[in-house]
């Protein structure tokens, strides 16, 4: 049964508004992917300190790691107790940090750019993120790639964006929890949303998070 979506006319409103804003921020975010391979890595810290925490104290975080240099030479105890105050979970994600530049610059030097640029879709690249980033999962991988303007067709899924597919009629409920399966699943129906509204899928998720937080940010 087709879903019996709601309220479409507000939202193509409300994205109208901020269409221009939210258009840029996607350029800015194509326009890191260009960037080097350590510019590219400090934006998959971002994801992973971001889990369960604020976008601009993390952030403000993954920016003090680089000014101190703790970034590229800090071990997990160091960078722990560096992001104790400044993030959940800090032990944990310190120990990701690390396993993804041990993973990524193994010599000093990586190649991330151009792997990520190997696969032949976007949803490829995120599977390989998924498998060689520990720490990352479906959802942060999305956000790594779109953040680095590899990704503008995957979903983003938090809470903030359920509650909001939930007020348009996409989702009836909140899922008790996001497996893998149920995820992809979700995935399909914004597909589907996004095209039947005419709001692309990158857009979509900037303006229901502008709506949340008061900013188009990332």
Not at 49 to 72: E, G, M, N, Y
Not at 102 to 121: C, M, N, V
């Amino acid at each position: 049964m087709k879903p019996r979506y709601r309220d479409i006319d507000g939202l193509r409103a409300e994205y109208e508004a901020k269409q221009d804003a939210i258009r840029a921020r996607l350029e800015d975010f194509r326009r890191t992917g260009h960037k080097a391979d350590e510019r590219l890595f400090e934006e998959l810290c971002f994801c992973i300190v971001a889990i369960q925490s604020k976008a601009r104290a993390s952030d403000s975080a993954v920016a003090a790691l680089r000014t101190t240099q703790l970034l590229w030479s800090g071990g997990p105890d160091e960078i722990a107790t560096f992001l104790r105050h400044r993030t959940r979970f800090h032990n944990h994600k310190a120990a990701f940090i690390v396993r993804a530049r041990e993973r990524f610059f193994p010599q000093g030097h990586g190649e991330l750019a151009k792997t990520l640029d190997s696969f032949p879709s976007s949803k490829d690249a995120r599977g390989w993120l998924v498998r060689e980033v520990h720490g990352l999962g479906l959802k942060e991988a999305s956000h790594f790639l779109r953040n680095t303007g590899r990704g503008e067709d995957l979903a983003i899924l938090d809470r903030h964006i359920l509650r909001n597919l939930i007020r348009h009629g996409v989702l009836r409920r909140l899922p008790r929890t996001l497996t893998p399966k149920r995820y992809l699943d979700i995935e399909r129906r914004i597909e589907s949303f996004s095209e039947e509204i005419g709001i692309p899928m990158a857009a979509l998720d900037l303006l229901f998070w502008s709506r949340e937080t008061g900013e188009i940010f990332k």
